[in-house]
């Protein structure tokens, strides 16, 4: 099995930025996707970025040119910087690890790990 923690939401205001950070422990040699969803109150959790074993990286619209998500591999640990936040950014983000060939795409199609999830909360 793979234990994922996050660290690092907060309050901010817009226009603001954060980074979120993504601890794996376990069997992290079984993990061919690393990536970031976030879900606001009331709505379905989206994926917002994700990052492959090769470091090539897919964003959702909605992050894309804001947000950057990176790994390093040594530690076990990715990333997501976001700059720029907006109001509508706020939401409760869980970051994420897959295991099966083909999901490291833009379907967001994640089942194996997930983190507990933090908190990022913009104020306008």
């Known amino acids: 099995r793979v234990h994922l923690t996050e660290s690092g939401g907060g309050s901010v205001q817009t226009g603001g930025s954060l980074r979120l950070s993504c601890a794996a422990s376990?069997?992290?040699?079984?993990?061919?996707?690393r990536g970031w969803f976030r879900q606001a109150p009331g709505k379905k959790r989206e994926g917002v970025a994700v990052?492959?074993?090769?470091?090539?990286?897919i964003y959702a619209d909605s992050a894309q040119g804001r947000f950057t998500i990176s790994k390093e591999n040594a530690i076990n640990t990715w990333y997501l910087d976001m700059d720029n936040l907006k109001p509508e950014d706020s939401a409760l983000y869980y970051c994420?690890?897959?295991?099966?060939?083909?999901?490291?795409?833009?379907?967001?199609?994640?089942?194996?790990?997930w983190g507990q999830g933090t908190q990022v909360t913009v104020s306008s």
């Open positions: 376990g069997n992290v040699a079984s993990i061919l996707c």
């Open positions: 990052v492959d074993n090769a470091g090539r990286t």
């Open positions: 994420a690890a897959e295991s099966r060939v083909g999901h490291c795409d833009r379907r967001f199609l994640f089942d194996d790990y």
